[in-house]
């Protein structure tokens, strides 16, 4: 398992009661049938840890064989963190040099699968559902403009969906991990204060705790509450 997966995995079973809410996805971690679904829902009703392991696949949930298991998480309004791997392509585009995959081709992952998400309808179809996109949810929340425009100007763009992109970007979770206090402020401007979680990154190679912290606490007091902890309260349960 990619490194990067990995990383997710044991940050999320470092807390037992994160077992019971939350889901893991990334990329295309897994292929799963649709009978997996109970399996995946069994596991989690018993605490076990490794049910973080066994998560849908974003990019393929627009699948129909994918939807069964999307509909039980959707039904329990659990929540789903989407982490990136290397995406599909790295090695044609180069992104070994300079190591591009932390930079670029992580948020490119991310973009990607929940760009395809929204335009596919998967938000109207999994209203519930609390999608978690890392790294401040990737290039969307600068892109969300253009994402917005297509839909109004290419029939392809807005055929599966009954909102424009903006919209849906208001549903998204992002975390804090975007290194700017302007990005920053972006995630909260696109997604909304309710919307945005902390993070740090770490244990990353370019993990920045008291960065980001610093950043979080230099948000206007109502936002820097909600999103150094209240959000994530709301949506874990915790």
Same mark, same amino acid.
């Given at each position: 398992?990619?490194?990067?997966?990995?990383?997710?995995?044991?940050?999320?079973?470092?807390?037992?009661?994160?077992?019971?809410?939350?889901?893991?996805?990334?990329?295309?971690?897994?292929?799963?049938?649709? *009978?997996?679904?109970?399996?995946?829902?069994?596991?989690?009703?018993?605490? %076990?840890?490794?049910?973080? /392991? +066994? =998560?849908? !696949? $974003?990019?393929?949930?627009?699948?129909?064989?994918?939807?069964?298991?999307?509909?039980?998480?959707?039904?329990?309004?659990?929540?789903?963190?989407?982490?990136?791997?290397?995406?599909?392509?790295?090695?044609?585009?180069?992104?070994?040099?300079?190591?591009?995959?932390?930079?670029?081709?992580?948020?490119?992952?991310?973009?990607?699968?929940?760009?395809?998400?929204?335009?596919?309808?998967?938000?109207?179809?999994?209203?519930?559902?609390?999608?978690?996109?890392?790294?401040?949810?990737? *290039?969307?929340?600068?892109?969300?403009?253009?994402?917005?425009?297509?839909? %109004?100007?290419?029939?392809? /763009? +807005? =055929?599966? !969906? $009954?909102?424009?992109?903006?919209?849906?970007?208001?549903?998204?979770?992002?975390?804090?991990?975007?290194?700017?206090?302007?990005?920053?402020?972006?995630?909260?401007?696109?997604?909304?204060?309710?919307?945005?979680?902390?993070?740090?990154?770490?244990?990353?190679?370019?993990?920045?705790?008291?960065?980001?912290?610093?950043?979080?606490?230099?948000?206007?007091?109502?936002?820097?509450?909600?999103?150094?902890?209240?959000?994530?309260?709301?949506?874990?349960?915790?």
């Amino acid at each position: 398992m990619p490194h990067s997966r990995l990383s997710a995995l044991s940050h999320a079973a470092a807390v037992p009661r994160l077992a019971t809410w939350c889901a893991v996805a990334a990329g295309l971690l897994l292929h799963l049938a649709p *009978a997996s679904a109970a399996e995946f829902m069994a596991a989690l009703r018993a605490g %076990d840890r490794r049910a973080l /392991a +066994r =998560a849908i !696949t $974003l990019i393929e949930s627009t699948r129909p064989d994918r939807q069964a298991l999307g509909q039980e998480i959707d039904r329990r309004g659990l929540p789903v963190l989407v982490h990136p791997t290397a995406p599909p392509g790295a090695a044609e585009m180069g992104l070994h040099e300079f190591q591009l995959t932390a930079p670029i081709g992580f948020t490119f992952d991310t973009s990607l699968a929940i760009a395809r998400c929204i335009y596919d309808g998967f938000f109207d179809r999994f209203p519930n559902l609390k999608l978690i996109a890392s790294h401040g949810g990737g *290039a969307l929340p600068y892109l969300v403009g253009r994402l917005d425009i297509c839909w %109004d100007n290419i029939p392809a /763009a +807005r =055929a599966k !969906t $009954l909102e424009p992109p903006r919209n849906y970007m208001r549903r998204i979770y992002v975390d804090s991990v975007v290194f700017r206090q302007d990005v920053l402020s972006m995630c909260v401007s696109v997604c909304g204060p309710d919307n945005v979680l902390y993070g740090s990154d770490y244990p990353h190679t370019i993990g920045d705790m008291a960065g980001c912290l610093s950043r979080v606490d230099a948000l206007p007091d109502g936002v820097r509450h909600q999103v150094r902890g209240f959000n994530a309260r709301r949506i874990f349960k915790l």
